[in-house]
């Protein structure tokens, strides 16, 4: 198992994939990771969806918008997982929203993303998340169920090539001691 510290800095946006299939056992460890990702009052609002029909992912891929840099990874990548939240849990107690921002399931899934990305990573796998899409359309493709909502694309596979680090902003930037 890799350092986590190496695992987050190393993650990158993967958009070209070999043509090797992910063994399940490795899949599934992906998945057991997102498992255990922390969600609102542990109401693990998270639905994921594994595609690997090459049909499918082709209808997937022409939900992108023109342009979209991730549109070749949708059919190249042997997998592609669909994260979808389920509405009207996260954020909710007795039926009502009890956050400022409504609804949380965003909040939980972004977690949940993350969680996978890094569990990928750590496994050897690049992913992509992308986010610019008919998600109607993509959610009749993937028969989404009235009370979900499709959040993000993840192409998800072994990279055939790396990419560099992007720059990053220093703390002393974005760290406040105290008051903003």
Request: hydrophobic content about 40%.
């Amino acid at each position: 198992m890799a350092d986590l510290s190496a695992v987050i800095e190393n993650r990158r946006s993967i958009r070209n994939y070999q043509d090797t299939k992910v063994p399940e056992e490795v899949l599934n460890r992906v998945l057991e990771a997102v498992r255990w990702s922390p969600s609102w009052a542990n109401t693990q609002c998270w639905e994921i969806v594994v595609v690997t029909n090459e049909d499918a992912k082709a209808r997937l891929q022409q939900t992108l918008g023109k342009g979209n840099p991730a549109t070749r990874a949708m059919v190249e990548a042997p997998i592609v997982l669909a994260v979808c939240g389920k509405l009207q849990s996260s954020g909710f107690y007795k039926g009502q929203v009890s956050t400022k921002f409504g609804d949380w399931f965003m909040f939980d899934l972004g977690l949940a993303t993350q969680t996978l990305c890094l569990a990928a990573q750590n496994e050897g796998l690049g992913t992509v998340i992308a986010g610019l899409f008919d998600h109607e359309r993509a959610k009749e493709v993937l028969e989404v169920p009235e009370g979900y909502e499709l959040v993000t694309l993840i192409p998800l596979g072994y990279p055939s090539r790396g990419t560099a680090a992007p720059n990053r902003r220093e703390l002393a930037e974005f760290v406040h001691q105290e008051k903003f």
